[in-house]
Structures are given as structure tokens and as C-alpha cells.
T-cell receptor, first 112, second 113 residues
């Protein structure tokens, strides 16, 4: 069974630039999550999709972050413009309803 | 608001020891609890999932217990090995199956040969 795929694995950008991350969940998983993990912290939810609808985006900084999940499958997370404090690992996860969540390898973003 | 705390933040043990990692949560109305392992620079690997109606789950040398009423879970690792060195994260899914996982900050484990 293929896992959750994320790209790129690493990204370095200057502050005020824009960046986009891509996630392909496990086939058949209706729920998709984007988490932000700052060094030394646990993952923090940014946004949760159920199929292509947003379930929870209460902690998404909407002035600079956006996410979409077209056709209820792949998803992209965008940051524009990036700030130094956005340096983190961005994790995508998927699950069937309420069952085990599976995570991708993450994208490590460094903003300089 | 659900809060998850993991103690200790870091742990260093010699190879072969049995050890216990602790996780506590503030709202006992959970749907399930999941333990993850994270290697440096990598994503999260699911170790064990315990449904709210269960008391424990076992996989190999790992055993996770859940006491929902007291808001606690423990991860027991038997006969630790250097390959067990990683950060261990606890996450709870509150309420319904549509709700999201809330994570603790993790316990960084180092097992020395």
C-alpha cells in the first residue's frame, strides 16, 4: 500500500517569497490534514479537509496561508509571503474516518 | 480545549532496559489515542492506536495502555535497543471520528549501546 506522498522534501526561501507544498494522500482516505511542526514542538493542525470540504482551519494564518484540495484527493498548501517564523516541517496526513492517521515524510521549510 | 502533556521531555537509558513513557490529556472524552515515532528529519510513523473502549494494545516489544477516566496513557518499551532512539509522540482524537488529532510535544529517547 502506497503511503502519503509529499513534495518537495526540503525548501529554502527568502522571507517575503512564496512557497507551495503538495500532498497526495493514501487512496480512499477521505480526511486530509496539514500540520506545522516547529523544532522541539509537537505538530500543530493547520487545516483539516473531509473530501474537498474544510472541517477545521481555525489555526491557519489566513492572511498568508492558503490550502485547497481539489476533487477530494491531492492537496496543496501555500504560504505567501513567508516569514522567518514559518520555518518548520510541514506534515501531511490522511485517514479514513476516525481510524489511524498516516503521515508523509514532511517538507522542511527554511525561511532566511 | 484539549491539551496533551508528555513526560519526560527527554530520556536516556542503556540498552536492554525496560522503560515507560507517559502521556496525559485534559479532556477524557476522547475517541482514540495514537502513539507515533519520529526519527530526526522524518515524518511520523504510527506505532499503536487505542480506541476509547480499549485498555491496551500491544505490538512486539511495545505495549500502550489507556486509562480514559484519569486522562492517561503509557507506552511501555521492553528490552530497549539503540534502534529505538527517536522522539515518541502521543496524540488524542477527541469527541467524534471527524475531529482532529491533538499532539503532545513528545519524549526524546536515546538508547545507548
Amino acid at each position: 500500500e502506497a503511503g502519503v506522498a509529499q513534495s518537495p522534501r526540503y525548501k529554502i526561501i527568502e522571507k517575503r517569497q512564496s512557497v507551495a507544498f503538495w500532498c497526495n494522500p493514501i487512496s480512499g482516505h477521505a480526511t486530509l490534514y496539514w500540520y506545522q511542526q516547529i523544532l522541539g514542538q509537537g505538530p500543530k493542525l493547520l487545516i483539516q479537509f473531509q473530501n474537498n470540504g474544510v472541517v477545521d482551519d481555525s489555526q491557519l494564518p489566513k492572511d498568508r496561508f492558503s490550502a485547497e484540495r481539489l476533487k477530494g484527493v491531492d492537496s496543496t498548501l501555500k504560504i505567501q509571503p513567508a516569514k522567518l517564523e514559518d520555518s518548520a516541517v510541514y506534515l501531511c496526513a490522511s485517514s479514513q474516518q476516525g481510524i489511524k492517521a498516516f503521515f508523509g515524510q514532511g517538507t522542511r521549510l527554511t525561511v532566511v | 480545549k484539549q491539551e496533551v502533556t508528555q513526560i519526560p521531555a527527554a530520556l536516556s537509558v542503556p540498552e536492554g532496559e525496560n522503560l515507560v513513557l507517559n502521556c496525559s490529556f485534559t479532556d477524557s472524552a476522547i475517541y482514540n489515542l495514537q502513539w507515533f515515532r519520529q526519527d530526526p528529519g522524518k515524518g511520523l510513523t504510527s506505532l499503536l492506536l487505542i480506541q476509547s473502549s480499549q485498555r491496551e494494545q500491544t505490538s512486539g516489544r511495545l505495549n500502550a495502555s489507556l486509562d480514559k477516566s484519569s486522562g492517561r496513557s503509557t507506552l511501555y518499551i521492553a528490552a530497549s535497543q539503540p534502534g529505538d532512539s527517536a522522539t515518541y509522540l502521543c496524540a488524542v482524537r477527541p469527541g467524534s471520528g471527524y475531529s482532529t488529532l491533538t499532539f503532545g510535544k513528545g519524549t526524546m529517547l536515546l538508547v545507548s549501546p
